[in-house]
């Protein structure tokens, strides 16, 4: 299995950026993807989910109405559009999923929001 992120960078307050999570070595279109971040000092945090056909999403409620994720099941890829960019989004966002009793995360892309 794996997970690799991009897409992430520095953006003023305001700003949008679209992350990617390209998926390997599992059925991808089987399975629910998440995308988590940590910010420096803090615990990591589920941001938002989808369900395995897109159907159904969720998301915390510090990012709802900003945050849109979305995937990609011909291309194995989960996205996360964050619009409306704040200074206290920025930290490394992770993609992950849960195979059985196993979860598998990204490498990690590190989002700064900043003027």
């Known amino acids: 299995v794996q997970l690799v992120d991009s897409g992430g960078g520095l953006v003023q307050p305001g700003g949008s950026l679209r992350l990617s999570c390209a998926a390997s070595?599992?059925?991808?279109?089987?399975?629910?993807m998440n995308w988590y971040r940590q910010a420096p000092g803090k615990e990591r945090e589920l941001v938002a989910s989808?369900?395995?056909?897109?159907?159904?999403?969720n998301y915390a409620d510090s990012v709802k109405g900003r945050f849109t994720i979305s995937r990609d099941n011909v291309k194995k890829t989960v996205y996360l559009q964050m619009n409306s960019l704040k200074p206290n989004d920025t930290a490394v966002y992770y993609c992950?999923?849960?195979?059985?009793?196993?979860?598998?995360w990204g490498q990690g892309t590190q989002v700064t929001v900043s003027s």
């Open positions: 989808i369900s395995v056909t897109g159907s159904s999403t």
């Open positions: 992950n999923t849960r195979l059985g009793d196993s979860y598998y």
């Open positions: 070595g599992f059925t991808f279109k089987q399975y629910t």
